[in-house]
């Protein structure tokens, strides 16, 4: 099974260090570990933040990379430290005071699933990646959810030029044993296609849209 590291990397999202969201932060310091070991000489840069006998250049990957996933406001309070270990620690002692409850954030997370939505544009790469982020979180608070559950908020949260493909995957797999990963090696082979339809619908709606202009200013001449 593919892990969340390799999603990342996948996704290309390794290159991009995960964005500290205050009410989130147990979130947010696994997934920090998660980009960190997946970087050059990553098992000693994740190593630099828990000892303080590591090697120097670790320590500042370490501490770098830290303070690019900080809030302007956070990065003001924490920069001073320059050690990767007392930076991590008085983070965590920042976000003590700043974190939800265990029943605020279930409720956070969950109103999340139930927003979940695709964003235009996005590949489903991307969409895979988002969405099993957002799992690995509820998963980090303990929120247990059905796995048909699961799969059916991912098929159905589909654009419309997904629409038979997902029709297809849902007679070919029982969504109650089936994981999303599974599911996105099924529809990634399918991902050209899906691309095809969504041009050709573009395609006809521009056309529409071109007529409908004509013919409202074939209108507008006539009546003068």
């Known amino acids: 099974m593919t892990s969340l590291a390799d999603k990342a990397i996948l996704s290309g999202a390794d290159n991009r260090p995960p ?12 997934q920090m570990k998660l980009y960190m070991l997946n970087r050059q000489h990553g098992r000693m840069i994740l190593e630099s933040i828990e000892n303080d ?34 930076l991590c620690e008085r983070i965590q002692m920042l976000m003590q005071g700043t974190s939800l409850t265990k029943q605020e954030r279930e409720c956070k997370l969950y109103d999340e699933f139930d927003k979940f939505a695709y964003k235009k544009g996005e590949s489903l790469p991307d969409f895979y990646l988002r969405f099993s982020l957002l799992l690995n979180d509820m998963n980090i608070y303990n929120i247990k959810l059905e796995q048909f559950q699961v799969n059916t908020k991912f098929l159905n949260t589909l654009p419309p030029e997904w629409s038979k493909f997902v029709t297809d995957v849902k007679l070919v797999r029982d969504l109650h044993t089936t994981n999303v990963d599974q599911l996105h090696a099924y529809l990634g082979q399918h991902e050209y296609h899906a691309n095809e339809v969504r041009l050709m619908h573009e395609h006809t709606s521009d056309l529409l849209a071109l007529v409908a202009h004509h013919q409202m200013n074939n209108s507008t001449y006539q009546q003068h």
Do not use: R
């Open 53 to 86: 006998a590591i090697q120097a250049d670790c320590d500042v990957k370490a501490t770098n990379i830290i303070l690019q996933g900080l809030p302007l406001d956070v990065y003001a309070l924490v920069s001073i430290h320059k050690v990767a270990k007392e």
């Open 19 to 30: 964005m500290l969201e205050k009410d989130m932060y147990d979130s947010w310091k696994s």
